[in-house]
């Protein structure tokens, strides 16, 4: 009976001994407060912004000379008017061009944000659970929803969140001053869609 005791009190250490420490975070709550996340997309809006006005500028000369042609046209020969039109058309064609390829770069430029933040984040967190003991640290959102349920007290967003931040402010190199070159132009200004040459 003392033998079934002491193997009893061993495995009863053991297990205590190997204990699985599990806490979960809201993943989607993390991406709404990290700081680097909020200034990545402060900087894609101003990028964007941007890109509007200067395809703003390629589209106005364009649509100045199809108002002009369109005015003008009952002046032209037969001949003219096919030259201006295939000249026109062919303006028309390189501005969309250079739109397509600039909103793909764009979508690309996001793409790599989105897959650094996300990197960040998981570094962060494997570097985090380690440091405080998690044997799994399990994330949950509304698309994965891994966590169909969990005490309270083993939510550590919030402080995943105020950590991952002040990492954030330690590594962020100081403000750079805004530039103003050029960047490549990406969403559909209001006056993209010239008026169709007849």
Request: include cysteine; proline fraction near 3%; charged fraction near 25%.
């Amino acid at each position: 009976m003392k033998k079934v005791a002491i193997v009893f009190s061993l495995m009863m250490l053991l297990t205590s001994c190997t204990q699985v420490k599990i806490a979960y975070v809201d993943v989607e709550e993390i991406l709404k407060e990290y700081e680097g996340a909020i200034k990545a997309e402060e900087e894609m809006k101003e990028q964007s912004q941007l890109i509007s006005q200067q395809l703003d500028q390629m589209a106005s000369p364009l649509q100045q000379k199809i108002q002009e042609y369109q005015q003008n046209m009952d002046k032209l020969s037969a001949s003219d008017r096919q030259k201006k039109e295939a000249e026109l058309r062919q303006e028309q064609q390189m501005f969309q061009q250079r739109q397509q390829m600039a909103q793909q770069q764009v979508q690309a430029e996001g793409q790599r944000m989105y897959e650094k933040i996300n990197s960040d984040i998981e570094t962060f967190l494997a570097d985090y659970g380690q440091s405080n003991g998690y044997t799994y640290i399990l994330g949950s959102s509304m698309q994965t929803k891994s966590v169909l349920y969990g005490k309270e007290s083993l939510n550590i967003t919030d402080e995943v969140i105020e950590a991952l931040n002040a990492d954030f402010e330690e590594e962020a190199p100081a403000e750079e001053t805004p530039t103003t070159e050029e960047v490549p132009v990406e969403e559909t200004p209001a006056t993209e869609e010239s008026t169709p040459v007849n």
